[in-house]
T-cell receptor, first 117, second 111 residues
C-alpha cells in the first residue's frame, strides 16, 4: 500500500547516457513534483504537474524532461547525463484544492539515488 | 524568493533529552511542513503547520506566522529520532505548491 513509489531506487550510469526515473502515487492526488537533493542534502524543486499540466518549471537544464501520462504518474527523463546530475531525486504528491489548507501537504517517495560515472 | 533558515545546523543529544529546532522564514507563507529524513534517506512528513500548534506523540510544533518562525519540539529523544530535520515553506500568493527547504538540522541521539 505504498503511497508514493519510485523506480529504480538506485541508478548507476555512464556520462552521456539517457535515463528515466518513474514515479507513481496511489493517493488520488492531483499534483506531483520532482525535487533534487544534492550531496550537501539541499533540496530544491525542479518541476510540478497538476492534472498532467506543467505548472512549475524551475531553472533546470532542458536535458531534464518530465512527462505525466496521467495524474497518478510523473516520470523524469534525463538526456546526456553529466557528473553534476549525480544526486537523489525525490518525487512527491499533494491533493491541492483551490481552498488550500492541509490538502497542500506534500508526501514524498523513497528517492532515487543517481550516480553518474 | 522566500528564504528559509534553520538552527542549529547540528545537534547532539543523549537519549531522553529534549530539544527545540527553529525555522525562520522571510515572508508570509501558505504552507509550512516539517520533515524528518531518516538515515535511510526517506523523507517523512511530520507536520503541516502554516500557523498554530500541533502535537503528535513526543513531537510538537508551533508556527507564529506573524513573526515568521516555526519551532519543532522533540521530547524524551530516542536514537530513532536521529537524522536530518527539514523545514519547508510555500510562499504566499500563487506559488503552486513550490516548497522551499531550509538547509536542515542534523540531529544525533546517542544511547
Amino acid at each position: 500500500d505504498t503511497a508514493v513509489s519510485q523506480t529504480p531506487k538506485y541508478l548507476v550510469t555512464q556520462m552521456g547516457n539517457d535515463k528515466s526515473i518513474k514515479c507513481e502515487q496511489n493517493l488520488g492526488h492531483d499534483t506531483m513534483y520532482w525535487y533534487k537533493q544534492d550531496s550537501k542534502k539541499f533540496l530544491k524543486i525542479m518541476f510540478s504537474y497538476n492534472n498532467k499540466e506543467l505548472i512549475i518549471n524551475e531553472t533546470v537544464p532542458n536535458r531534464f524532461s518530465p512527462k505525466s501520462p496521467d495524474k497518478a504518474h510523473l516520470n523524469l527523463h534525463i538526456n546526456s547525463l553529466e557528473l553534476g546530475d549525480s544526486a537523489v531525486y525525490f518525487c512527491a504528491s499533494s491533493l491541492r484544492s483551490l481552498a488550500g489548507g492541509p490538502s497542500d501537504t506534500q508526501y514524498f517517495g523513497p528517492g532515487t539515488r543517481l550516480t553518474v560515472l | 524568493g522566500i528564504q528559509v533558515e534553520q538552527s542549529p545546523p547540528d545537534l547532539i543529544l543523549q537519549e531522553g533529552a529534549n530539544s527545540t529546532l527553529r525555522c525562520n522564514f522571510s515572508d508570509s507563507v501558505n504552507n509550512l511542513q516539517w520533515f524528518h529524513q531518516n538515515p535511510w534517506g526517506q523523507l517523512i512528513n511530520l507536520f503541516y503547520i502554516p500557523s498554530g500548534t500541533k502535537q503528535n506523540g513526543r513531537l510538537s510544533a508551533t508556527t507564529v506566522a506573524t513573526e515568521r518562525y516555526s519551532l519543532l519540539y522533540i521530547s524524551s529523544s530516542q536514537t530513532t529520532d536521529s537524522g536530518v530535520y527539514f523545514c519547508a515553506v510555500e510562499g504566499g500568493g500563487t506559488s503552486y505548491g513550490k516548497l522551499t527547504f531550509g538547509q536542515g538540522t542534523i540531529l544525533t541521539v546517542h544511547p
